[in-house]
């Protein structure tokens, strides 16, 4: 009897395995398929970019002069306003010119006695010349008077060269502007006494426009600069490659472009970087030397280049940047990139995303790489959300 009831026992549990076996595979076989998600891409397209950089720099002055004087004597007046402009050529300060207007009279008086000495000296060797043919008078007389001549001839010569001296030291005692500019302040007032090339300044003259910025650029930007433009990758348009834009000291852009002059040949050891110089206009004296600023210049143009919105490029645990892309099978394609710098919202791609791309922007939460997806226009899918 107990022997049966096992038997029985036996047969209803397989049975029962049986039954929920063949449940389980009706459950599996009725399943639906995994449904596409709703993305929204942004189909990529290569285009030319000109590629910028900001650098900064310091303003520094076209032309400094420093006013010094060239002769010694007594500041008699001061012949401009401090802080006004001065013309190239404009006296600045009368030094006493006593003392040069005698030496200019000294050495026209001495013009004219060397002119009377070779006008006697001369009539003197011409008549020993037709003496000495008829033996009246010897050879040595007619050789000291033939000298006396020509010694005549030379103080003739030293004295114009006094003259010409003496002449300069006169106008050098009215002091002139080399150069235009704005002029400072006066070191010195009328009654001091000044001498030829002293270490002081009596003022100095700045010339404002045009006006120089020099700007600091790092060796490797410039080395991978050049080495992009001699592979190909960026094309240097000389006509944009020289214009500089400035941005002021408060953000805001300064209305003239400038243009880029040249870089220096040779790295500063103790920054790493290079010099570059590029000129502008500054009518309004809105820059003055030694203001900080930063200028955006023109790198070159890159023909085909790729932009990713930065929403859609995530970072993996490696750090790599990333992006998810629709396949040619609608699925969710995983791709590692490689990029150079942001472009305003976009990052710009080197590598891992080509041209007719579809880039995920919306969506990015619910799927996963392989997962099948309904790819739509960005647009469309954020007014859907």
Known sequence: MQRSRV????????????????????????????????????????????????????????????????????????????????????????????????????????????????????????????????????????????????????????????LKTAQINLNYSKVLSPISGQIGKSNVTAGALVSANQATTLATVTQLDPIYVDLTQSSSELTRLKKAIANGELDKDLAIHSEVELKMEDGSVYQHKGTLQFSEVTVDPSTGSVTLRAEFPNPEKLLLPGMYVRAVIVEGVKNNAILAPQRGVSRNTKGEPTAMVVSKENTVEARVLKTDRTVGSNWLVTSGLNDGDQLIVEGLQKIAPGAPVNAVPAETAAKTQ
């Open 7 to 162: 038997v029985l026992f036996t047969v209803t549990a397989l049975a029962s395995a049986v039954a929920l076996s063949g449940c389980d595979q009706t459950q599996q076989a009725s399943a639906p398929a995994q449904q596409p998600s709703p993305v929204g891409v942004i189909t990529l397209k290569s285009q030319p970019l000109t590629l910028t950089k900001e650098l900064p720099g310091r303003v520094t002055a076209s032309q400094v002069a420093e006013i010094r004087p060239q002769v010694n004597g007594i500041v008699q007046t001061r012949l401009f306003t401090e802080g006004a402009e001065v013309k190239k050529g404009q006296a600045l300060y009368q030094i006493d010119p006593s003392t040069f207007e005698a030496q200019v009279a000294t050495s026209k008086a001495a013009i004219t006695k060397a002119q009377a000495s070779i006008a006697n000296a001369k009539a003197k060797s011409e008549r020993y010349s037709e003496l000495l043919e008829i033996k009246a008078v010897s050879q040595q007389d007619y050789d000291e008077a033939d000298a006396n001549y020509k010694g005549a001839q030379a103080d003739l010569l030293t004295a114009q060269a006094q």
